[in-house]
């Protein structure tokens, strides 16, 4: 799948694009049933909410469930991916969000590339996202919350929160804007949230102001969101680098598979 200038266009001018409806009813169907196994297995890939059991994230769940190795690999995927980035793109971190109905909880206001440099040394910000819906997306059950065009701007905030909760994960509040950075980017660019059915895609910037409400709602809100890295800007760990699971190690250039996911999942898994 090739993006439209138009869509080249308005990807660089507010920071993220929305395909509507990219995966069909079915594909979704296959995903959600992947996650429900793949929550299944115990390890520390898996991440809960604070003082309970439900799930917060997963990790790297394309390393264990064929269905998530073949979707990053998708030719409706992947080629947009790498029209807006590079040919030569790898999973630099693979994790599904999720929201459970009745308590899903925010996530601050951030920029993924902070934590992604702090944590990892990654030189530049080469990354694009792709979040799936794995549920319809509304006003009610926490979207996620852009500052368009606020991939502009560059890193807002440098450094760290003292009181960090985790150097494997980085939660956003550990890089969290300030209410009056927020104030000021929000008069300067607004804010909008992207919603739409299940199987809708959003590419995003690795510099886009971002964040998203607690789910008061009794929708869950699943979210996947897998980010590909140019290959000439691996990261540059001082230390100890995070584990795999949290920082993919496979830094082979992808391929576009030549069918949909859905259309392989038949044949054995193909080593990227």
Same mark, same amino acid.
């Given at each position: 799948?090739?993006?439209?200038?138009?869509?080249?266009?308005?990807?660089?001018?507010?920071?993220?694009?929305?395909?509507?409806?990219? *995966?069909?009813?079915?594909?979704?169907?296959?995903?959600?049933?992947? %996650? =429900?196994?793949? /929550?299944?297995?115990? !390890? #520390?890939?898996?991440?809960?909410?604070?003082?309970?059991?439900?799930?917060?994230?997963?990790?790297?769940?394309?390393?264990?469930?064929?269905?998530?190795?073949?979707?990053?690999?998708?030719?409706?995927?992947l080629?947009?991916?790498?029209?807006?980035?590079?040919?030569?793109?790898?999973?630099?971190?693979?994790?599904?969000?999720?929201?459970?109905?009745?308590?899903?909880?925010?996530?601050?206001?951030?920029?993924?590339?902070?934590?992604?440099?702090?944590?990892?040394? *990654?030189?530049?910000?080469?990354?694009?996202?792709?979040?799936?819906? %794995? =549920?319809?997306? /509304?006003?009610?059950? !926490? #979207?996620?919350?852009?500052?368009?065009?606020?991939?502009?701007?560059?890193?807002?905030?440098?450094?760290?929160?003292?009181?960090?909760?985790?150097?494997?994960?980085l939660?956003?509040?550990?890089?969290?804007?300030?209410?009056?950075?927020?104030?000021?980017?929000?008069?300067?660019?607004?804010?909008?949230?992207?919603?739409?059915?299940?199987?809708s895609?959003?590419?995003?910037?690795?510099?886009?102001?971002?964040?998203?409400?607690?789910?008061?709602?009794?929708?869950?809100?699943?979210?996947?969101?897998?980010t590909?890295?140019?290959?000439?800007?691996?990261?540059?760990?001082?230390?100890?680098?995070?584990?795999?699971?949290v920082?993919?190690?496979?830094?082979?250039?992808?391929?576009?598979?030549?069918?949909?996911?859905?259309?392989?999942?038949?044949?054995?898994?193909?080593?990227?």
């Amino acid at each position: 799948m090739r993006l439209t200038r138009h869509q080249v266009d308005q990807y660089h001018d507010q920071g993220f694009l929305t395909l509507e409806a990219l *995966l069909d009813p079915r594909e979704v169907d296959t995903l959600r049933a992947a %996650l =429900d196994r793949d /929550t299944k297995v115990p !390890g #520390p890939q898996l991440v809960t909410e604070d003082g309970g059991t439900e799930v917060r994230a997963v990790y790297s769940s394309h390393q264990r469930r064929p269905e998530y190795a073949g979707l990053v690999r998708d030719p409706r995927i992947l080629p947009a991916v790498q029209q807006l980035l590079t040919d030569d793109v790898y999973i630099y971190q693979f994790k599904i969000n999720a929201k459970p109905a009745f308590g899903g909880d925010k996530w601050a206001w951030h920029q993924d590339y902070l934590a992604w440099r702090l944590a990892d040394g *990654l030189p530049a910000p080469r990354q694009i996202s792709i979040g799936v819906f %794995l =549920d319809d997306v /509304t006003e009610f059950n !926490g #979207p996620v919350i852009f500052l368009p065009g606020s991939h502009r701007e560059g890193l807002v905030r440098e450094g760290r929160s003292a009181t960090a909760k985790s150097d494997q994960h980085l939660d956003p509040d550990d890089i969290s804007l300030t209410p009056e950075q927020l104030a000021t980017l929000v008069d300067r660019h607004g804010m909008t949230s992207p919603k739409g059915p299940a199987g809708s895609v959003v590419l995003f910037s690795p510099e886009i102001v971002h964040g998203s409400a607690p789910n008061m709602s009794p929708f869950a809100r699943r979210l996947l969101i897998a980010t590909y890295n140019d290959t000439a800007n691996l990261p540059r760990p001082v230390g100890e680098p995070r584990p795999d699971y949290v920082v993919c190690r496979d830094t082979e250039p992808l391929r576009p598979l030549d069918a949909p996911f859905s259309e392989t999942l038949a044949l054995p898994m193909v080593a990227s």
